[in-house]
């Protein structure tokens, strides 16, 4: 099991520390690790140590609610469960009848500040020690890669939002009117361009799994993406595909396996770790929340059970795509072996007569039932890391904006080398309009069940004619600001005005 203890070690260590202390208001914390500046590299090592220990252990970045905010809402899963677990859930998105209060809206919101307040606190203290070191110098890249990835998740889902740029002291400081869409993106781009300039290329083999200029390039080629700037998008992607670190990972399968964390696919990755033994517990819960649910089946009950597989996703596979078996579990089938499996046979779902709620289940977090014997956490696989920005990514927004430029004739090369992983024959060049819908397929079964479908079908325009029969209408391309926060902030934040 390829797992880094240096680097997860010492951020195991800094969130132990944080934990030490007093519980403190949302916002009004310190970093985690602040105190043991001993650990330091470059002056702000342990602020940024926090940043990663706060997206793996929250989550608005890594459980239920970011579930709900990136996959539920896409025509390719559900929330799954139970029929009784979390129905609360359904409506608001399953079916889009977005909630103003409603837990998973609070929590992402106030996951998404906390991790900018976490960087900015970074940023401030390297600012106040004026330190130009190349170490100290990669750190604030890291710490700008973090604000810039929630800015990222937040105006795509929200729209405009608060801009902040400093540590936030009190309550009151959370009271920032909204800035406009480009501002954010704005902000985005200044960061990202900071971090490309500052971050290596790579950390080493004792860093492996931290942030690095390549996945600060694919972060932004994806916000160029978003506002349909393909010129600037095909050009970051391009400086990744020249790097010889990275490349497509066979067998697609393996991607997702232990063996497959930060491999050559990798850009960034959630970093998580448990002990053999189950003794040390670096975990989250990413993996936990989406396990196969059937607590009346002996050996089945592997984790909550949600983010279900859809029909509409599993009938989206072409014939003899490798992907299907490598994304999707079949109740009543076995685990197959050739894609990922461990020779075991799953029982029946409730519709045939078994214990499963579902009938289909994501592959792509199913875990060895060994590691899961001899951590002892056989429904709680916490070591699996979580797969942010992965290398067919970039080579799929390449070939997407290489088309829109009138270079179709180069994108469907790059569009054909993600087939060929897949086991598929090549497409052939005939139209622009032909290549982009061959692109949108793509996409969808390349990254079934990640998150990125639903952002995908509103960027494309596509949102109301896919997944309008489920209730989507053009005002839920953003979800309305918690109301918690507009009460807060009376006159000063103001709702989405469709909501």
């Excluded at 195991?12 to 519980?23: I, K, V």
């Amino acid at each position: 099991m390829k797992k880094l203890i240096n680097f997860k070690s010492i951020l195991f260590l800094l969130l132990l520390m944080a934990t030490m202390g007093s519980c403190k208001k949302f916002l009004d914390q310190k970093p985690f690790g602040a105190t043991i500046d001993d650990l330091n590299q470059g002056g702000i090592e342990a602020e940024v140590f926090g940043c990663y220990s706060y997206m793996r252990s929250n989550t608005g970045f890594v459980g239920i609610s970011w579930l709900a905010f990136h996959d539920f809402r896409s025509d390719d899963s559900e929330k799954g469960s139970d029929p009784s677990d979390g129905q609360e859930w359904v409506a608001p998105f399953d079916n889009f009848q977005y909630v103003k209060n409603i837990w998973a809206n609070d929590v992402y919101w106030e996951n998404h500040v906390q991790l900018i307040n976490l960087a900015n606190i970074a940023i401030a203290k390297a600012d106040s020690l004026g330190a130009t070191d190349a170490t100290t110098l990669a750190n604030l890249g890291e710490a700008r890669f973090f604000r810039a990835f929630s800015y990222f998740d937040m105006v795509r889902t929200y729209g405009e939002v608060p801009i902040y740029r400093q540590p936030t002291q009190s309550a009151n400081d959370l009271c920032v009117a909204k800035a406009t869409i480009p501002q954010v993106y704005a902000l985005i781009d200044e960061d990202l361009s900071f971090a490309e300039a500052n971050l290596p290329s790579s950390w080493g083999s004792a860093y492996e799994g931290r942030l690095t200029s390549g996945a600060a390039l694919a972060l932004h080629a994806k916000a160029y993406l978003y506002r349909q700037n393909w010129a600037a998008a095909l050009g970051l992607c391009q400086q990744v595909m020249a790097r010889p670190q990275y490349g497509l990972y066979s067998p697609y399968y393996m991607i997702f396996k232990d063996a497959g964390e930060n491999c050559k696919e990798s850009l960034f990755e959630v970093q998580a770790y448990v002990s053999p033994d189950g003794s040390k517990d670096l975990g989250c819960e990413f993996a936990t929340t989406q396990g196969v649910r059937a607590s009346q089946a002996s050996g089945w009950n592997l984790g909550w059970g949600w983010n279900t597989p859809t029909d509409n996703l599993v009938n989206a596979y072409e014939p003899g795509d490798k992907r299907k078996p490598s994304t999707i579990l079949f109740s009543g089938q076995s685990d197959d072996p050739t894609y990922g499996g461990y020779g075991r046979t799953l029982p029946n779902d409730v519709s045939n007569g078994g214990p499963l709620p579902r009938k289909y289940w994501n592959k792509k977090i199913y875990a060895d039932p060994a590691y899961r014997a001899s951590t002892g956490m056989s429904d709680n696989p916490r070591w699996i890391n979580k797969r942010v920005i992965r290398f067919s990514d970039v080579v799929l927004m390449a070939a997407e904006a290489s088309n829109e430029l009138g270079q179709g004739a180069t994108g469907i090369n790059w569009l054909n080398d993600v087939r060929n992983r897949a086991g598929l024959s090549a497409k052939t060049y005939t139209t622009k309009e032909q290549l982009r819908d061959d692109i949108k397929h793509e996409r969808r079964v390349e990254f079934g069940v990640e998150g990125e479908r639903f952002f995908d079908l509103v960027r494309w325009g596509d949102a109301e004619t896919v997944l309008g029969g489920l209730g989507y209408t053009h005002r839920c391309r953003f979800y309305p600001i918690p109301q918690k926060v507009v009460d807060a902030c009376p006159g000063v934040i103001q709702q989405n005005p469709e909501w």
